[in-house]
């Protein structure tokens, strides 16, 4: 069943499909020699094909094909993209139609299951790390401890480009050794350089498909001192060809380039990444898109403040900028009076409390990010993974010129505060309280 009539080859390929005549599939397999698995929602074939030697192919041998019929498949595709070369690998995106269908489907009245994609997470979150460790140091310590460590990817402190940000990301060379270590690693009986550590599964980094990549034209530029001004950024990705930057957008240690045309993205990236910007080496990717069903969507539960996409002035995603906030959906509270949800909404997200359902006392940080709606309980929840001290919120206000009340929080995270650094207040005023610290919250998490 293809999503949609899309496919890429690369020397390689990728196509959107569903089920096909296995004869066929088995027969391609027998006479190129390919072999063919699934995984993540994708089938590969080749990748490297029959006695491939040396590394894959360089950048640039990957194509997109798109408008492909829905019932064409790799025996008919494969023998036309063999026309231009040898293929490297060919790669067919699945559409699970059971995720639509099943996703929160009532299989016993009050008891809704969840069916999503399985994804094979190699990689885990471990916070409360020292932030004087080194990449190395972090790295030889969890070699110690777990076995299967491939690499562990350390981010410098925003402030202090000496120190990390008191986390790491580990990746292990299999979603088992991954599972091992963070069983071992349980929080509460395991010290690393005698602090306790929180373990957690790292969120897998969301897929962008081929061909939305293929029109991006913005990159994502990170560890940028905090002292370096969007002006300075513009000029020095401006120097090897003056005029291609539209604009820069930069926020806290990182920021977004925006190109008029993608062909100057692409080389930009190419020459800039590992440049030293006012003393600091910086790392240049294209930026990915997120769609306004994903990020946080999906941690707030659709339930974002009206107007607030727009709260850091961050352009919408026809350009190509990656954004953060997603179409506004409802809240409990009533926010700048735009807003109310009706009891329907209130009741779709309630279910039957049945007579004799056990209840067991659980502490909030034991949940995931997930089971928030609200941005200020999921700050709250992020700053306890990171192990800092709660949020604090100072409110202030002041007066329209029609005589009303306007309302504003400023946060400030006493952890990780060094001057000015620590302290965030949004640049929009609410008329609730409720609304300040939601709004508060969310430019909050939106910075950190």
Not at 235 to 256: I, M
Not at 375 to 393: G, I, Q, R, S, V
């Amino acid at each position: 069943m293809h999503e949609e009539n899309k496919a890429v080859a690369n020397g390689c390929g990728k196509i959107r499909s569903g089920t096909q005549n296995e004869a066929a599939l088995l027969a391609l397999m027998e006479k190129t020699g390919y072999s063919m698995v699934q995984e993540n929602g994708q089938r590969k074939f080749g990748g490297p094909p029959p006695g491939w030697e040396g590394p894959p192919p360089p950048r640039g041998c990957e194509v997109f094909v798109g408008k492909i019929p829905r019932d064409m498949y790799e025996d008919e595709l494969v023998p036309v993209f063999e026309r231009a070369g040898k293929i490297y690998e060919f790669r067919l995106m699945m559409e699970f139609s059971a995720i639509k269908i099943l996703n929160n489907y009532e299989i016993r009245p009050g008891k809704f299951i969840g069916v999503c994609v399985s994804l094979d997470n190699c990689r885990l979150f471990i916070g409360a790390i020292p932030k004087e460790k080194k990449k190395e140091e972090i790295l030889n310590e969890m070699k110690k401890v777990t076995e299967g460590v491939v690499d562990v990817i350390v981010y410098p402190n925003a402030t202090d480009k000496t120190k990390n940000r008191g986390f790491a990301f580990v990746e292990y060379e299999s979603h088992r050794a991954a599972a091992m270590a963070r069983r071992r690693l349980i929080p509460g009986t395991f010290q690393l350089w005698g602090h306790a550590i929180q373990v957690d599964w790292a969120d897998p980094e969301k897929e962008v498909d081929e061909e939305t990549m293929q029109r991006v034209k913005v990159l994502y530029v990170r560890n940028l001192m905090m002292s370096t001004t969007e002006d300075t950024i513009k000029a020095e990705f401006n120097k090897f060809k003056p005029g291609v930057v539209e604009r820069v957008k930069k926020l806290r240690d990182y920021a977004f380039v925006h190109f008029f045309h993608r062909e100057d993205a692409v080389a930009a990236m190419s020459i800039m990444n590992g440049k030293c910007i006012d003393g600091a080496s910086i790392e240049v990717t294209l930026a990915k898109p997120v769609n306004k069903e994903s990020t946080w969507k999906q941690h707030f539960n659709g339930q974002l403040i009206p107007g607030s996409e727009n709260l850091l002035g961050l352009p919408n995603k026809d350009d190509g900028h990656q954004k953060f906030l997603g179409k506004a959906g409802s809240l409990s509270v009533r926010l700048n009076g735009q807003h109310s949800p009706g009891l329907s909404e209130v009741e779709r997200c309630t279910y039957p409390f049945f007579p004799g359902i056990k209840l067991t006392p659980i502490s909030m940080y034991s949940l995931k990010s997930s089971h928030f709606s609200s941005a200020a309980m999921h700050l709250d929840y992020f700053c306890n993974k990171n192990n800092w001290t709660p949020p604090e919120y100072y409110l202030y206000s002041t007066t329209n010129q029609d005589g009303k009340i306007l309302l504003v929080y400023k946060v400030l995270i006493p952890s990780i505060a060094d001057g000015s650094q620590g302290c965030f207040m949004p640049d929009k005023l609410c008329t609730t309280v409720e609304g300040a610290k939601e709004l508060a919250a969310q430019f909050t998490l939106l910075h950190l």
